[in-house]
């Protein structure tokens, strides 16, 4: 027989309390509603990605079947399950940001950091996420979405303000 060892030691304080918070918002029993929230924390403690590890400590954590981590963090695209920059940078590419330059709002950002979409920066700061869709700001186009925060109608000016307060 298998013997499973506990990951529960991978999560830091800090998540463990975020998703103790937010299992707390659900009915007992419910702990699976707060998979999104815990699989967030978790990967920002880990700099931008999660690991096998980390998804099996809040499986643990929550007391689900690993399965039902994974699935959910192998499904939404705000999750990396591979080695990646900190600082996530998604450009939207359909269509009304299309219409307003997000070629060459992508063209500008890949020639900036000298990386293509889909690559990190070499000293991991930031990576270049693959294109996504619509991101519902359209009004704001061309946009792009650093972190969770959107940032719209860009311009070279202002994609330099952006990536070079990136830490
Ligand atoms: S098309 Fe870019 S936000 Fe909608």
Known sequence: MTEVVSKLHLLGEHTRHEIDEWVARFPAGKQRSAVLSALRF???QNHGFLTPELMDAVAEYLKLPPIQVYEVASFYSMFETHACGRHHV???????????????????IEKKLGIKIGDSTPDGRIFLKRE???LAAC??????????IFHEHLTPETIDGVLDNLK
């Not at 998604?90 to 500008?108: E, K, P, R």
């Not at 009004?139 to 969770?148: F, I, Q, R, S």
């Open 132 to 134: 996504e869709e619509c």
């Open 139 to 148: 009004t704001g186009a061309p946009m792009m979405m650093v972190d969770h």
């Open 90 to 108: 998604s450009v939207c590419t359909n269509i009304a940001c299309m219409l307003n330059g997000s070629d060459q709002v992508v063209a500008y």
């Open 42 to 44: 978790a990967q920002e």
